[in-house]
């Protein structure tokens, strides 16, 4: 489903959403600043999230998700920020373990995902 060798639909619709939970909508623009990618890289990637069912653009240029599209930004997302924790959790430092799960979360197995999850909330529980 890769658009991109840098940037995945998973890195797109998980920064739509943080753009919509930050300032209330998104735009393409907002998501190429946000990802530090070209209008048109970003443009490509929109028609095929829309072409895939995950958004639509109402007529001012705003991104919506529909329900299977907010599904899969919601999951990466959450993925994200589980990594992060786990990463801080063990010592990294808070940005280097924010870049580093973004790498993460896409080759990751769920079987491994899983484990950090109930690792995570194992460490948690204890504190």
């Known amino acids: ?18 753009i919509q939970e930050r300032q209330g909508n998104a735009r393409s623009i907002d998501v190429a600043y946000e990802l530090g990618v070209t209008k048109p890289s970003v443009s490509v990637a929109m028609k095929k999230l829309r072409e895939q069912g995950m958004i639509t653009f109402d007529d ?3 991104i919506a998700f529909t329900d299977e599209g907010r599904k899969l930004a919601k999951k990466v997302y959450d993925k994200h920020k589980l990594l992060t924790k786990a990463l801080i959790a063990i010592g990294v430092n808070q940005k280097t373990a924010a870049e580093e799960a973004c790498l993460i979360e896409h080759v990751i197995s769920d079987s491994t995902y ?4 109930s690792f995570v909330k ?3 529980s204890m504190k």
């Open 1 to 18: 489903m890769g658009m991109n060798k840098n940037q995945s639909a998973e890195d797109y619709l998980e920064s739509i959403l943080i």
């Open 60 to 62: 001012n240029g705003f």
């Open 114 to 117: 899983k484990c950090i999850k």
């Open 122 to 124: 194992k460490t948690e």
